[in-house]
Structure formats: structure tokens, C-alpha cells
């Protein structure tokens, strides 16, 4: 069976919502782990991590309602209209979309509210945070990402695989939020003045990046071996085809980290060092939403064969 890959305009409204919900995911889980182990406890610098988050759940939240809407206005196929049918809306409810859904928009509740009670507590503290501050934030954000990586049992191509392609599902979206989540804050420590302690803190961060980049890898390869059935598939079929492109990207990707620790990192010192740095920083953030926008077309336009 042959799906079209031209998106028509609901499709393009989900695909737009499964972005931002990965950002959201992604911010939330990489800001607090970020603060947590890699912040230089500026109060500037915890207090923009903190929106950051708070931002990113704000999005997430938005669009995983959004996308229930456009999922009855989908079954409708009467227009905008169509998505405000609250019949609809409640026979939905009932469905796993529903479930999915207010297991979502739950999750990004408490990344919310997490969020704003711990930028609050920021502006009203007298000396920098201390390492309780950044746990409790760190553990309220661990409790809502896993909620969202619960609600996967619910929707998506993966939902209907063995336990097992589950795990690796939980391990590759896990990895994948650390690592582009981690990005933005990583660019907000080279703000500081302590280009000794920024070099130590990246050099760290790169040394973590081997476990849970590796593991995203792996855990990739899990879900792409239970996905498809031939490397033909790659090339011959719409789902190979988007695939092959998010491959392309996360090569992309390790290429430039791979600089960052190996050429970038050392040479920090250098007069233009820190400048270097940043432009490499901010062309992996370019290509990271480059994987984003394709990982959400091809879980949102295209599916694998067996699950279309």
C-alpha cells in the first residue's frame, strides 16, 4: 500500500504539532538534567534555562490539544468547524487518542507547573541555587517526561510492536531529548566569563554524550530492524525514504559533536575559540530542527508498511 507523502492541510497541522511536541519533550528533559549537572549557577543563566523549559511545555502542552483537535476535525472532514465538534470531541475521548492525549497533556501540566514554581523560587532566593534546587527540579521533570514516555503505549507505529521495540522506543526518545534538549542550555553557559570551568563543564557533557548518544543508537537500530524488512525499503518505499533522511541528519549531527569534543572543546582558549564554538553550536541546533521537522513528517505522514 502506496501513501501519498504530500501533506494536505490536517496532516500538515499534526506534523506542525508533533514538532513542537518533541521540542517540548526535549527541552524539558536535557534543561534540568542540564542545570542539574552542567550549570554554572548564574542566576541569569538558571533563570533563562527555566523559561526555556517552562517555554517548551507551554508548546507541548498547546500542541498535543491542538492535535486531539485536529484529529476530530480529521474525522469530521468538515472543515475548522469539524474540530470544535465536542461530540465528537467526547466519543474521541473514549478511544486510545483519547488516552494518549490526556496522558500527554498531563505530563506537560506538570512540566508547566514545575517550571513556573522553580523559576518563582529563583527570583525569590538571596544566593545561588544549591544542588537540592536543581534535583527537585530535575525529578519533577524525569516524572512528567516519563509520563510521556508511557503515553507512546497508546499511539504510533511502535504501539502495536513486541515489548522489547517499546523499551528501545523509551531508550532512542530518551537519548534524543537529552542530547537536543541539552543544546540551547549548552549555548547559554558560554555566556560565562570562566572559559576554565566552560571547558571542564563541555568537556564533561561530551564525556556523558557517549552513553546516551550510543544508546539512542542503538536503540535506533532496534526500532529501524522491527520497522522494515529489507535495506531496499530505505530507497523503494516512502517510510525508507524519510528514514534515510533522518539518518542523514543524525550523521549531520554526530559529525559536528564529534568536532565540538575533538577540535572545538580543546581549543576553547584560542582567541577565537569561544567564537568557533558557538557557530558550531548553533549550526547543530539548525540541523537538529531540521531532524525534528523530519522525524515528525515521516511519524506523522508516512508510516512503515505493515502499519499504514
Known amino acids: 500500500m502506496e501513501m501519498s507523502t504530500i501533506p494536505n492541510a490536517w496532516e500538515t497541522a499534526s506534523l506542525l504539532c508533533k514538532f513542537l511536541f518533541y521540542l517540548g519533550a526535549a527541552s524539558s528533559l536535557g534543561g534540568a538534567l542540564s542545570l542539574m549537572l552542567y550549570g554554572d549557577g548564574r542566576r541569569q543563566s538558571v533563570q533563562r534555562i527555566l523559561l526555556y523549559q517552562l517555554i517548551g511545555g507551554l508548546l507541548g502542552f498547546q500542541a498535543v490539544l491542538l492535535s486531539f483537535l485536529v484529529q476530530v476535525g480529521q474525522i469530521n472532514n468538515s472543515g475548522l468547524a469539524g474540530a470544535l465538534d465536542w461530540g465528537m470531541a467526547q466519543i474521541l475521548l473514549d478511544t486510545p487518542v483519547g488516552d494518549l492525549s490526556l496522558y500527554r497533556l498531563a505530563a506537560f501540566a506538570l512540566i508547566i507547573a514545575t517550571s513556573a514554581v522553580m523559576l518563582r523560587q529563583s527570583h525569590l532566593l538571596s544566593a545561588p541555587p544549591d544542588l537540592s534546587f536543581y534535583r527537585r527540579n530535575f525529578v519533577f ?168
Request: charged share 10%; proline share 4%; net charge positive.
Open 141 to 308: 521533570h524525569c516524572l512528567g517526561f516519563g509520563i510521556l514516555l508511557f503515553s507512546f503505549r497508546y499511539g504510533g507505529h511502535v504501539s502495536v510492536l513486541e515489548l522489547p521495540a517499546q523499551i528501545a522506543l523509551a531508550v532512542h526518545f530518551t537519548g534524543f531529548a537529552i542530547w537536543l534538549g541539552a543544546l540551547y542550555p549548552l549555548y547559554e553557559l558560554t555566556n560565562a566569563a570562566d572559559l576554565d570551568r566552560l571547558q571542564f563543564v563541555l568537556k564533561q557533557f561530551g564525556d556523558h554524550a557517549l552513553f546516551f548518544v550510543g544508546g539512542l543508537l542503538v536503540a535506533g537500530g532496534v526500532l529501524t530492524l522491527n520497522l522494515i524488512h529489507s535495506p531496499a525499503e530505505l530507497l523503494t518505499s516512502p517510510y525508507g525514504r524519510a528514514l534515510s533522511i533522518k539518518l542523514l541528519m543524525v550523521t549531520s549531527l554526530l559529525g559536528i559533536a564529534a568536532l565540538n569534543k575533538l577540535r572545538l572543546v580543546p581549543g576553547l582558549q584560542a582567541a577565537s575559540g569561544l567564537q568557533s564554538f558557538r557557530k558550531s553550536l548553533r549550526i547543530e541546533v539548525a540541523v537538529a530542527s531540521v531532524l525534528l521537522a523530519v522525524t515528525a513528517y515521516f511519524s506523522t505522514v508516512v508510516g512503515p508498511m505493515d502499519h499504514m
